[in-house]
């Protein structure tokens, strides 16, 4: 029966190093079969487009916590008003949603950090800390078809998130709401550090291409050189032809 874990190569600060220890225990199982969605309504062209990704239930996760942040974030203010309440009630609302908002902030990250980045791209990252010291290791799957799909969600959303909040901390600043920038700064520093890790594992896999075609050229060179050189010892290049045109003449 055919294995479908993913096999992953390590890399410590941006070095590839095969003996490197990770945790087999958050290593996938197995593929995440489609579902099957029932085109009902509204939800057919919802069903259509999650056709076309291998795990459509981890593209939405990719996307749910980041939306339903937002959500509390832009209309928390809303729940905090003062129009009908007192100022000790709209501070206790303000308190709420910006926990609420921090929580589903960590919760993204850690979807993101864990799941959605190794099921959707094939890539993790996490950091060892052995005592003092603190290493970070960059992971890439080997071997591994991505779905087109899956890796547009994936990085576009990824991109996007840290950009959408810097738009809100702008605007934040410019309507002097200083208290709400806690969630902003929070979610920017959450998102720009997905973003550095798994660009560090895409870099290391480009980086890794690179050297093996490398490699494989350089293998390829020194073949025809042997070969050039082994037919030149043996006389078993040029020579036969000197011998064949002599023959000719006599």
């Not at 308190?95 to 099921?119: E, P, Q, S």
């Not at 208290?179 to 480009?206: E, H, P, R, T």
């Not at 078993?236 to 023959?247: A, E, F, K, L, Y």
């Amino acid at each position: 029966m055919a294995s479908h874990d993913l096999h992953f190569t390590v890399s410590q600060n941006g070095i590839e190093d095969s003996n490197a220890l990770h945790d087999p225990s958050t290593m996938p199982v197995g593929g995440m079969a489609p579902i099957q969605q029932q085109d009902q309504g509204g939800g057919a062209a919802w069903g259509q487009t999650l056709s076309q990704s291998a795990h459509p239930v981890v593209c939405i996760f990719h996307v749910l916590f980041k939306g339903l942040a937002l959500f509390f974030y832009i209309f928390g203010g809303w729940f905090s008003g003062t129009k009908k309440k007192g100022a000790t009630n709209s501070g206790a609302n303000f308190i709420t949603v910006t926990v609420i908002c921090i929580l589903l902030l960590a919760a993204d990250f850690w979807v993101v950090k864990n799941i959605t980045g190794r099921l959707l791209v094939g890539l993790r990252w996490w950091n060892q800390v052995d005592g003092d010291k603190t290493t970070w290791i960059f992971e890439s799957a080997k071997d591994r078809q991505i779905n087109k799909f899956d890796s547009s969600v994936f990085w576009m959303v990824l991109y996007a998130t840290p950009i959408a909040w810097g738009a809100l901390m702008i605007i934040g600043i410019l309507k002097f709401n200083l208290g709400w920038l806690i969630v902003v700064f929070m979610a920017i520093a959450l998102s720009s550090a997905n973003v550095y890790g798994y660009y560090k594992c895409s870099s290391d896999q480009k980086a890794k291409f690179q050297q093996m075609m490398t490699q494989g050229a350089q293998a390829g060179a020194m073949t025809v050189m042997r070969g050039n050189m082994l037919g030149w010892l043996t006389g078993t290049g040029s020579t036969p032809q000197q011998g064949q045109q002599q023959n000719t003449f006599v």
